[in-house]
């Protein structure tokens, strides 16, 4: 069974940073990308950055491009999200995601919630 | 905003045939696969539609997928009480280089 565990979440003030993690189980996780998807609350889903499976091929959002930064660890794994100069709209709750390819996912972990507020 | 357009809603009642509509552009719905997911309140997505018309093993067929040119649309025949959810198209976009999400349908089983 797919299972994707997201934890790292938390209150951080505005300008801040902070590292989410997403442990893999249950597939061979270094043959999938990997993706974050953020929800805002109440609001519709985003997608904010993608990794091919070796972590030398990322894709971002415009709005987090030069902030956050994707990696993962094959050994562990593992998908982080390095999150940098944190600002209120990066409010959300942020889901792991398995790609089958680097245009969609199929299975979801259960999110972890980001609050940035002073 | 997003850049794939969605209906913010759309309601039937049970047995009823809905549709939803996704429109976007030449470098995403026009060049690349759409993809369509299902989301309860509180919950993770669900995958309901890969590559325009394909259903993951346990969808049931009540659930259809059809793009033409830059739009694409999912229909749900059949409509049942726990249909009631947000939709969402999505697709890769080829001049952005991102993934882009419509911004979600609610259905609604009245």
């Known amino acids: 069974e797919v299972q994707l565990v997201e934890s790292g979440g938390g209150l951080v003030q505005p300008g801040g940073s902070l590292r989410i993690s997403c442990e893999a189980s249950g597939f061979t996780f270094s043959s999938y990308w990997m993706s974050w998807v953020r929800q805002a609350p109440g609001k519709g889903l985003e997608w904010v950055a993608n990794?091919?499976?070796?972590?030398?091929?990322?894709y971002y959002l415009d709005s987090v491009k030069g902030r956050f930064t994707i990696s993962r660890d094959n050994s562990r794994n593992s998908l982080y999200l390095q999150m940098n100069s944190l600002r209120a709209d990066d409010t959300a709750v942020y889901f792991c995601?398995?790609?089958?390819?680097?245009?969609?996912?199929?299975?979801w972990g259960q999110g972890t919630l980001v609050t940035v507020s002073s | 905003q997003s850049v794939l357009t969605q209906p913010p809603s759309t309601s039937g009642t049970p047995g009823q045939r809905v549709t939803i509509s996704c429109s976007g552009g030449r470098s995403n719905i026009g060049a690349n696969y759409v993809y369509w997911y299902q989301q309860f309140p509180g919950t993770a997505p669900k995958l309901l539609i890969y590559k325009n018309n394909q259903r993951p093993s346990g969808v049931p067929d009540r659930f259809s997928g059809s793009t033409s040119g830059t739009s694409a649309s999912l229909a749900i025949s059949g409509l049942r009480s726990e249909d009631e959810a947000d939709y969402y198209c999505a697709a890769w976009d080829d001049r952005l280089y991102s993934r882009l999400f419509g911004g979600g349908t609610k259905v609604t089983v009245l």
């Open positions: 990794i091919r499976q070796d972590g030398n091929e990322k």
């Open positions: 995601a398995r790609d089958p390819d680097y245009s969609t996912s199929d299975y």
